[in-house]
């Protein structure tokens, strides 16, 4: 990783000691940040970069995408600002100052970018409830069918699985959920290819009786979020993986997702935070991931329109 900045560099008084040291720590482990125009929150789709480096002039930060595509900001746009570090949602406002650098991600990767003002406003917030668009106004439950593929059986524990006939799907199957291969390929030293074939892996799964079910509650271009019934927090591992399918205005939906956060809710219904690993981000021309932005921009413009009216 190259050298940044301390944060008693950085020269933005009047920051929060504990909310700067968090934002310093998500600029160290280079995580993303989302962006959009000042005032246009819930309206705009959020570009997306990476946190790059903090100096004495501001913030750097990867180039911005929505869905693959390059989104440009002219110098001296304002905008707000949507970074999730340690389990704390961060915003702040800020100042396009300079555009079009390349900047070290690491010691073999350039990339392009762009620079911020010093953050202004640095507060903890709700990104979701800014760019996620609820869809469970309009009435209609949309049922999700899930699919654990991390899950592998302990070697000290050979016959936790077993093939039993489960009737009742309702309340979340972990035991069932354990595979004793991984249905993702790895390499002779037991690291994961780099890129695996989720469709192939996708289509293996479906064959079988969903490990969960849940519906659908809210949804961006990038990620969902979704009632699991019959799971706590507690039995969720941040970052695995699992198989997804649902559908939406009459269309079938299939991804590959990847746990990010959950929220217990009652009665083993857990709310869970997913983030779609495939199809990629890169590919804008994934029809799940256009159908996604489309319904998720066209619920945003209704809920506006009736907040106006109210």
């Known amino acids: 990783m190259f050298s940044k900045k301390s944060k008693a560099d950085t020269g933005s008084g009047g920051i929060d000691p ?6 310093q720590g998500a600029v160290d482990r280079n995580t993303t940040i ?5 005032g246009n929150s819930g309206q705009d789709p959020l570009a997306q970069g990476r946190l790059l480096e903090w100096t004495d002039k501001g913030l750097v930060i990867e180039e911005l995408q929505i869905i693959g595509r ?16 340690r389990d704390t949602t961060l915003m702040f406002e800020a100042e396009v100052t300079h555009i079009s650098d390349l900047s070290k991600l690491n010691d ?3 990339v392009r970018s762009l620079r911020l003002s010093h953050p202004r406003l640095l507060r903890k917030g709700d990104r979701r409830s800014a760019f996620r668009s609820s869809i469970t106004a309009n009435g ?6 899930m699919w654990f593929l991390d899950r592998l059986i302990e070697e000290d524990h050979p016959g936790v699985h077993d093939d039993r006939e489960h009737h009742q799907i309702y309340f979340t199957d972990l035991l069932r959920a354990r595979r004793r291969e991984s249905l993702i390929a790895r390499d ?3 690291n994961e290819v780099k890129a695996p074939d989720w469709a192939a892996i996708h289509k293996d799964v479906q064959v079988e009786k969903p490990h969960a079910i849940g519906r659908l509650v809210d949804l961006t271009a990038n990620g969902i979020g979704v009632l699991m019934y019959g799971i706590a927090k507690m039995q969720l591992n941040r970052f695995e993986r699992m198989a997804i399918e649902f559908e939406l205005e009459g269309e079938p939906i299939e991804l590959i997702v990847e746990v990010r956060h959950g929220v217990d809710v009652h009665d083993s219904v857990c709310r869970v935070g997913f983030l779609i690993v495939h199809p990629h981000i890169s590919n804008a021309h994934a029809p799940q991931r256009r159908l996604l932005e489309q319904v998720a ?3 945003q413009r209704d809920q506006l329109r009736q907040r106006r009216i109210a």
């Open 18 to 23: 504990e909310l700067r040291e968090l934002l």
């Open 70 to 85: 390059s989104v440009r900001f002219s110098m001296g746009t304002r905008v707000e600002a949507y970074v999730k570090y």
């Open 108 to 110: 073999r990767c350039v």
């Open 140 to 145: 209609k439950e949309i049922p999700v069918r």
């Open 34 to 38: 989302g962006i959009v125009r000042l």
């Open 188 to 190: 002779e030293d037991g």
């Open 297 to 299: 921009m066209r619920v």
